[in-house]
């Protein structure tokens, strides 16, 4: 091998890794520069951080690989938390006491509310979707909408507040592995371990999963190939809704409180997140790991550039151009 | 008399594929020169870079006797060498006139697009290859046959002095082919040379003067028409003789499995019956749009029929979507690979095995032991030529692609297998072994529908031929009475 074919080599490389060299390199750059970055109290944080809109990101992770999109799944995230959080709110005691007449532990009604509300909304994004042939983009667009004025009704403007410690011991609960050291894990973290476990397996093992790719790869053979396109879409959607049901209940209760705005523009960031660890925006190609990987890529350069006192505003322009440059680095892969 | 075009030990490696090998290829003034090969012989790449859609990694081009290098497919096309892909490049929602003239709309004294002009010029150009299609209307809205057309007249419409058509032929009916044989006949008598890609041998003695053969990116030879009669050009093609094209096995023919009654769909065809048994091959004749596809799907489930019945063995069933059609046994192979056929980003594995995953299946999980073993009874079957099973299926040349969605049609045996131009745009001999496996399926019982625009091959494999003629049934032969001049008659709606 001649030097040439060296460089060409190594160009090729560079630009197929492109995001994950740069990625090393921010990290780099923070571990010399702050003292925190590389502790494990740190990392603890990034994985707390990353949890819930992970769950999210994972759920539309699954849609962008059937070639569909969800733009409703920040203002879902915000119902459903509304929605969970007034089970066990002690400010609004007519819901606690719908809660409480089930007869178990009003935490668990709640939990179930929160997920319930977000398959609500995957059943009508789906059915709308297959069923009425309307492209998804336009579908959730207005279940965006739907959503967050829900999330308003529900709460009747107020964030949900005064929340029984029982609940808001879900989220911001945490496995403590040295007292001393102050190391904790936070329990949100077990259920997005969970998430990406069971969505991973969908994809890979189940039927149901291998459609999710051939739909997304190509429909009209997937048809041919006698799948069932409508059921496999509305799965999808039913399914992700759940995650994304589940991901609103769980911030909610980390937060301890459910304010009605909340999950604002979160769907970009779970865009975001599938396109930088390289889901495919054509659809048929990625994996539950990428979205992870994605995932973390914007937590720790958000978190990066907080450490570096860098300012919101800035930090904006730093996270479209970081989406500009994955993309960049995708399309020069070869399919 | 000196050559108009020579390419000189031209290279091309993709990756780790040696595409072409120090082949060289010349053209003269005015002639029709057939390049063929089996798919992945080298004949597209060896195509593109004379266009300049690829760089040749050696060897050099001269026009005139004088060096060119073609950087972009704007050099080619202003040094007078134009292409007719395979491939449709047509923007759909734009007019025809749009299409032929994108990227060099005439413009006003105004500066703006001279839509007069364009539509005029378009107006003569279709006139002058014979075909009637409005330049005003969309191309979303036209048959792939007159798409066709106009890919040609695009072409032309460049004045190009060298024309390169890549198997120009494979959505026309035999009309439309008459017509453009006069139409490359004339180009010739002008003095334009024109490059025929074509897997029809008939087509090739018919058009051509000069033929040149490649075989895995080597040239093999190149000669007059006249100097290489056809077992010749097979056996370069091949490297063998192949006796028998069409190698049909006698299948004992049993009961009835499928009877459609009426079936009816506005604007496709209408009031259509027919039956087909057991250990038989019927074979769907027509002219491109005759209405047999929208027949076959419709009886896959692919699309709704407006009036009719389907029996399955006797029973009257209902198919509203192909998952229907396959519960009842009867499988399509659909006559676009890339775009119904095969999903191109997944692999081979995945295509095999999506209709029937369930087979693969330990409890909850998809098991990947079963998988591979599946696959690989598949692949020795149909000698699908690939890496391994997770080789990604766009990978593969044309004719393997095809084996794969046959693989995918028998693994979820099914005993009623409708096949779509089962054969169109593959290699000589991925077309016999397909041939023989049709037979051998006969054999074994199925019952196989089989729609072809290729004459020889519904004469040669099937035992009953049906014919359709604008939506309509026109008329049904045995293996006996047909000919090619009574399929015709009836394919051309005239009854006698």
Redesign the interface.
């Known amino acids: 091998m001649n030097f040439k074919e060296i460089m060409q080599k190594g160009k090729g490389i560079l630009q197929k890794y492109a995001i994950l060299f740069g990625f090393l390199v921010i990290v780099i750059v923070l571990g010399f520069v702050t003292e925190t970055f590389f502790t494990l109290n740190n990392l603890f944080l990034i994985l707390k951080q990353v949890s819930c809109i992970g769950i999210t990101t994972v759920a539309m992770c699954m849609l962008i690989i059937m070639g569909c999109i969800d733009l409703s799944v920040g203002s879902v995230m915000a119902v459903s938390g509304v929605f969970g959080a007034l089970m066990v709110s002690e400010a609004n005691p007519q819901w606690m006491a719908f809660a409480s007449s089930f007869g178990i532990d009003p935490v668990w009604i709640a939990l179930l509310a929160g997920i319930l509300m977000g398959t609500a909304f995957g059943v009508f994004n789906g059915l709308i979707i297959a069923k009425g042939k309307i492209p998804p983009f336009i579908v959730t667009l207005g279940s965006m909408t739907i959503a967050r004025g829900l999330a308003y009704i529900l709460s009747q403007g107020m964030p949900v507040a005064k929340l029984l410690d029982s609940f808001t011991g879900i989220g911001a609960g945490k496995l403590t592995l040295s007292e001393s050291a102050g190391l904790h894990i936070s329990n949100t973290v077990f259920f997005y371990i969970g998430v990406v476990l069971l969505v991973s397996f969908i994809l890979k093992k189940r039927r149901f999963g291998r459609y999710i790719y051939a739909i997304g790869g190509n429909e009209s053979a997937a048809l041919a190939a006698g799948i069932n396109v409508d059921a496999v879409k509305l799965k999808a959607y039913v399914l992700a809704g759940s995650l994304v049901g589940l991901a609103g209940t769980l911030s909610v209760s980390r937060l301890k409180s459910a304010p009605p705005a909340f999950g604002n523009a979160y769907e970009l960031d779970a865009i975001a997140g599938c396109i930088i660890g390289g889901v495919s925006f054509n659809g048929g190609i990625g994996k539950v790991w990428s979205s992870v990987v994605g995932a973390f890529i914007l937590v720790i350069i958000q978190q990066g550039m907080d450490m570096l006192d860098v300012q919101t505003f800035y930090q904006q322009i730093v996270k479209g151009l970081i989406i500009i440059l994955a993309v960049l680095g995708d399309r020069k892969r070869i399919i | 008399m000196s050559d108009l075009l020579e390419m000189k030990d031209i290279s091309k490696r993709f990756g780790g594929v040696e595409a072409l090998k120090a082949v060289s290829f010349s053209l003269k003034k005015g002639e029709v020169h057939a390049l063929v090969g089996e798919n992945g012989a080298g004949k597209s790449t060896l195509m593109k870079i004379l266009i300049g859609m690829h760089r040749p990694d050696s060897g050099v081009i001269f026009l005139n006797g004088e060096k060119k290098v073609f950087n972009c497919m704007k050099d080619a096309l202003n040094y007078g060498i134009s292409m007719i892909f395979q491939e449709f490049n047509s923007v759909a929602h734009m007019t025809v006139a749009d299409n032929i003239f994108l990227g060099r709309e005439p413009y006003t004294k105004f500066h703006s697009v001279d839509y007069k002009k364009m539509h005029q010029d378009t107006k003569n150009i279709l006139k002058r290859i014979g075909v009637d299609i409005d330049s005003k209307v969309d191309v979303s809205t036209l048959t792939v046959a007159k798409i066709q057309l106009i890919e040609i007249a695009k072409a032309l419409s460049y004045d190009a002095d060298i024309i390169i058509m890549d198997e120009p032929t494979s959505a026309l009916s035999n009309n439309e082919i008459d017509n453009l044989y006069r139409i490359v006949k004339e180009l010739a008598a002008d003095g334009k040379t024109v490059v025929f890609i074509s897997h029809k041998i008939d087509e090739i003695y018919r058009f051509c003067d000069r033929i040149t053969v490649l075989r895995d990116g080597n040239l093999i030879g190149s000669d007059l028409v006249d100097n290489i009669d056809i077992d010749q050009l097979i056996m370069m093609m091949v490297n063998r003789q192949i006796t028998e094209m069409y190698p049909k096995e006698e299948a004992e023919i049993k009961e009835k499995v499928l009877e459609v009654k009426n079936l009816s769909r506005k604007g496709n065809f209408e009031d259509i019956s027919f039956y087909l048994r057991k250990g038989e091959i019927l074979g769907v004749a027509g002219l491109m749009g005759a209405g047999r596809t929208e027949l076959a799907e419709s009886i ?1 489930g ?1 699309r709704r029929i407006d009036r009719g019945e389907i029996f399955v063995k006797g029973k009257k069933v209902s198919i509203k ?3 229907d ?2 519960r009842h046994g009867i499988m ?1 192979v ?1 006559e676009d690979r890339t ?8 692999s081979v594995k ?1 295509n095999i095995l ?2 029937n ?2 087979k693969c ?1 330990i409890a ?3 098991s990947k032991k079963k998988e591979k073993k599946s696959v690989e009874t598949f692949s020795k079957i149909l000698e699908i030529k690939m890496k391994d099973e997770s080789q ?1 299926v ?1 990978a593969l040349s044309g004719g393997n692609q095809q084996k794969v969605v046959v693989s ?1 049609t028998l693994f ?1 045996d099914p005993d009623i297998i409708i096949m779509d131009e089962p054969t169109r745009g593959i290699d000589v001999k991925t077309k016999a072994d397909i041939h023989a496996l049709m037979s051998k399926l006969a054999n074994q019982g199925k019952a196989i529908i089989m729609i072809s625009s290729e004459m020889p091959e519904v004469i040669g494999i099937s035992d009953r031929i049906i014919v359709l003629h604008e939506g309509r049934l026109s008329g049904e032969l045995t293996r006996a009475e047909a000919d090619q001049q009574s399929v015709l008659r009836y394919a051309m709606g005239r009854n006698q």
């Open positions: 896959f692919m979507h192909p998952k059609a396959i399509m659909p775009k119904t056929g095969l999903i191109l980003k997944l995945e999506l209709t995953l369930k299946m909850f999980y998809i990604v766009s995918r979820s």
